[in-house]
């Protein structure tokens, strides 16, 4: 059954860091591109990271230079490091692969990892 934890989010100052991890169980991890996604309240999710299973990565325009996706394919676990955050940062964070997970007819997802970021 597929799991995925995320965790490491929190309330920070606009132009501070966090990282961010999500740990997978119970999928097949290391041969599947993997994306972290973040939903702003009222609006859609949105993905800002993608690592191939290869380690090449991808970033949407909005977080390009900020972020940094890596992988741990012996831990199962994707990471998300965020620099320079600012206040539109600000959302629930969640991790999943390219395409998302299933759990039966729906994609799967985790409880997400809040991200706050104060002026």
């Known amino acids: 059954q597929v799991q995925l934890v995320e965790s490491g989010g929190g309330l920070v100052q606009a132009g501070g860091s966090l990282r961010l991890s999500c740990a997978a169980s119970?999928?097949?991890?290391?041969?599947?591109?993997q994306k972290w996604y973040r939903q702003a309240p009222g609006k859609q999710r949105e993905w800002v990271a993608r690592i191939s299973a290869d380690g090449s990565t991808n970033y949407a325009d909005s977080v390009k230079g900020r972020f940094a996706i890596s992988r741990d394919n012996a831990k199962k676990t994707v990471y998300l490091q965020m620099n320079s955050l600012k206040l539109e940062d600000t959302a629930v964070y969640y991790c999943?692969?390219?395409?998302?997970?299933?759990?039966?007819?729906?994609?799967?997802w985790g409880q997400g990892t809040q991200v706050t970021v104060s002026s």
């Open positions: 119970g999928v097949v991890f290391s041969s599947n591109a």
């Open positions: 999943n692969r390219d395409p998302p997970y299933m759990n039966g007819p729906r994609p799967y």
